[in-house]
T-cell receptor, first 114, second 109 residues
Framework: NAGVTQTPKFQVLKTGQSMTLQCAQD?????MSWYRQDPGMGLRLIHY???????DQGEVPNGYNVSRSTTEDFPLRLLSAAPSQTSVYFC?????????????FGNGTRLTVT | GQNIDQPTEMTATEGAIVQINCTYQ??????LFWYQQHAGEAPTFLSY??LDGLEEKGRFSSFLSRSKGYSYLLLKELQMKDSASYLC??????????WGAGTKLIIKP
């Protein structure tokens, strides 16, 4: 099992550019999510999905889109990058419906927007 | 609002014991997680508490008091590889995870 695979590892964008962060998991997890991590702050939820075809907004969804066409994949799209989106992004998955099911994280994407 | 407080940074000596505290104020409670995150890496799961008391896993233990909105992570026989950030996260009444900013633990020889 590869777990949660996230690409790319690093990315530099210019303001206004768009891009997609890829996330795939092979654990048959129903729940998938995207977080951003900024210095001095807790992880903040961007979007999440409880199953294929279902997505919902988290705490900081503006400027990001997601889709969940399959159980395995949950890409995150930045529509028009802004310097405020400079951050480390983590994709995470877990079993749905189990309160004690921990999140499994991808290795992260370090995004810099200039 | 919902809030989780952890110390920003702690320092301890190799071989010693350290306790990392976490206090929370959330709308409801459905469990508390501790994660470890080495610099430049992803968080990894350490422990889960939903009932009051102590959960022990080898060198690591986690304690919960729901009435006090308080948890701690206890690390014994510290090793250099324990240098990392430790993240506390609470599941609220809507089953959403609320994250603390993390405690950076520095281990000195």
């Amino acid at each position: 099992n590869a777990g949660v695979t996230q690409t790319p590892k690093f990315q530099v964008l210019k303001t206004g550019q768009s891009m997609t962060l890829q996330c795939a998991q092979d654990m048959n997890h129903e729940y998938m999510s995207w977080y951003r991590q900024d210095p001095g702050m807790g992880l903040r939820l961007i979007h999440y999905s409880v199953g294929a075809g279902i997505t919902d907004q988290g705490e900081v969804p503006n400027g990001y889109n997601v889709s969940r066409s399959t159980t395995e994949d949950f890409p995150l799209r930045l529509l028009s990058a802004a310097p405020s989106q400079t951050s480390v992004y983590f994709c995470a998955s877990s079993h749905q419906g189990e309160n004690n099911s921990p999140l499994h994280f991808g290795n992260g994407t370090r995004l810099t927007v200039t | 609002g919902q809030n989780i407080d952890q110390p920003t940074e702690m320092t301890a000596t190799e071989g010693a014991i350290v306790q990392i505290n976490c206090t929370y104020q959330t709308s409801g409670f459905n469990g508390l997680f501790w994660y470890q995150q080495h610099a430049g890496e992803a968080p990894t799961f350490l422990s889960y508490n939903v009932l009051d008391g102590l959960e022990e896993k080898g060198r690591f233990s986690s304690f919960l008091s729901r009435s006090k909105g308080y948890s701690y992570l206890l690390l014994k026989e510290l090793q250099m590889k324990d240098s990392a950030s430790y993240l506390c996260a609470v599941t609220d009444s809507n089953y959403q995870l609320i994250w603390g900013a993390g405690t950076k633990l520095i281990i000195k020889p």
